[in-house]
């Protein structure tokens, strides 16, 4: 399988058109004309039929991935600063214990109890 039978794939699965695909690749900073790309989906005895390589593919898939998840965080913005070397949320997990629930038992109930009456 080729590199232009998997972006002929992908371009329908996702049913992408010419517009998408180009604001697709210029998230990641690459440019490509419509009438370029269009060679790339033309049969291969087509004159004017070209071959999709590597680095086409390769750009396509990064930005497809920024244009379904979203462009990724800077790790500056995870990680806070803190003198004390802990990460986040790890003081307030040690200094909180968690306590087990007690569980009532249905046998001591109010409303389980049976009246003489």
């Not at 390769?58 to 003198?83: A, E, Q, T, Y």
Request: some cysteine.
């Amino acid at each position: 399988m080729t590199n232009n039978d998997i972006f002929k794939k992908l371009r329908v699965a996702l049913k992408l058109r010419d517009d998408d695909i180009v604001k697709i690749l210029s998230l990641v900073d690459f440019r490509i004309s419509k009438s370029e790309l269009g060679a790339f989906f033309r049969k291969e005895d087509h004159p004017k039929y070209m071959e999709c390589g590597d680095q086409i593919l390769r750009n396509f898939l990064n930005g497809l991935v920024i244009h379904l998840r979203g462009p990724m965080p800077n790790k500056k913005d995870k990680i806070p600063n803190s003198k004390s070397g802990t990460k986040q949320g790890e003081a307030s997990a040690k200094a909180t214990p968690k306590k087990p629930l007690k569980k009532k038992s249905l046998l001591h109930s109010s409303t389980n109890k049976k009246s003489n009456s």
